[in-house]
């Protein structure tokens, strides 16, 4: 009678009841509905830095160019500063407007979570002054 008893408790044993199962998938679901928006957000920020990294080359290059010059470059693309853009970016590449004493530099975004009115910009001025800023 007890080999039976012993057998019976094993049977009983072997898995988890719905109950169980409900409950864990249910707290995981909360964990990842707190995680996600963090983890976005920390993405968007490293997006942010990759092009604040990518307009301080632009700003270098253009003072550069200003110094030789006397003007900036305001030809839609920077043609005349050389500036090579790295591959896999998640930005499109700098456009240039202004005028010859004052030019701004902006970036639309391109690759998910980002979007086009996701953009940074930096205006930079021949008075030796430069203000930047982001949309996101």
Known sequence: MFAWMCKRNANRERGFTLTELVV???????????????????????????????????????????????TFDTSATGANLSMAIPSGLHWSNPSYNGTAGNVTVTMSGVVSPLNSTDSVWIIISGVGTSTNGATF
Do not use: C, D, H
Not at 36 to 48: D, E, F, G, S, T
């Open 24 to 70: 864990v998938i249910a707290i995981l679901g909360a964990i990842v509905a707190l995680a996600l928006p963090r983890y976005v957000a920390a993405r968007k920020r490293a997006y942010k830095a990759e092009a604040t990294n990518l307009l301080q080359t632009a700003l270098t290059m253009q003072w550069s160019y200003y110094q030789l010059f006397n």
